[in-house]
Antibody, heavy 117, light 112 residues
Framework: EVQLVQSGAEVKKPGESLKISCKGS????????IGWVRQMPGKGLEWMGI????????RYSPSFQGQVTISADKSISTAYLQWSSLKASDTAMYYCASSIVGLFDYWGQGTLVTVSS | QSALTQPASVSGSPGQSITISCTGTSSDVGSYNLVSWYQQHPGKAPKLMIYEVSKRPSGVSNRFSGSKSGNTASLTISGLQAEDEADYYCCSYAGSSTSFYVFGTGTKVTVL
């Protein structure tokens, strides 16, 4: 069974750093892209970026380029999304999803990030 | 890359059919047959319902169908059921030299 399990909810202060994770199992982690999607409270889905764990090829949405860093450790089948300095506007639910070209087939359960002073 | 345009809400009675449109540009929807649709119930992760414009993943009801004409894709739900009440998002591949993917603005489907 394919599963993507994300790390737990986080509460952070503005300016703090954060790294959340997404662990894949039940499939060949290095053979599929992993994408990250943001959903701000009460809002729609926004594609942030995507990584191919096999060779770490990473692409970002222009809206998120420079704002976050996507990485992966294929030895432990885990992808990451990180911020160096959080803002209140980063408060959102973040989903990871496995992807082949054109679709996101399996999704993690989501990680809620709350940034508040 | 701007979000694909969807109607904010669509409603229908049980048993009826509804159609949700998803309008993009010649750079995304119009260029690739790589439009997918996702269903999201409140508090849940999105679920893939349609991929490559009109294909259904295993386990998805055949009441869901997709199509595309020019820069506009559509999702049709036939025989509307109470469990279909959810938010629906389209997504299009936009090319590896641009933003890769773009989601739609989302449509709230209400079963009357």
């Amino acid at each position: 069974e394919v599963q993507l399990v994300q790390s737990g909810a986080e509460v952070k202060k503005p300016g703090e750093s954060l790294k959340i994770s997404c662990k894949g199992s039940g499939y060949s982690f290095t053979s599929y892209w992993i994408g990250w999607v943001r959903q701000m409270p009460g809002k729609g889905l926004e594609w942030m970026g995507i990584i191919y764990p096999g060779d770490s090829d990473t692409r970002y949405s222009p809206s998120f380029q420079g704002q976050v860093t996507i990485s992966a450790d294929k030895s432990i089948s885990t992808a990451y999304l990180q911020w160096s300095s959080l803002k209140a506007s980063d408060t959102a639910m973040y989903y990871c999803a496995s992807s082949i070209v054109g679709l996101f087939d399996y999704w993690g359960q989501g990680t809620l990030v709350t940034v508040s002073s | 890359q701007s979000a694909l345009t969807q109607p904010a809400s669509v409603s229908g009675s049980p048993g009826q059919s509804i159609t949700i449109s998803c309008t993009g540009t010649s750079s995304d929807v119009g260029s690739y047959n790589l439009v997918s649709w996702y269903q999201q119930h409140p508090g849940k992760a999105p679920k893939l319902m349609i991929y490559e414009v009109s294909k259904r993943p295993s386990g998805v009801s055949n009441r869901f169908s997709g199509s595309k004409s020019g820069n506009t894709a559509s999702l049709t739900i036939s025989g509307l059921q109470a469990e279909d009440e959810a938010d629906y998002y389209c997504c299009s591949y936009a090319g590896s030299s641009t933003s890769f993917y773009v989601f739609g603005t989302g449509t709230k489907v209400t079963v009357l």
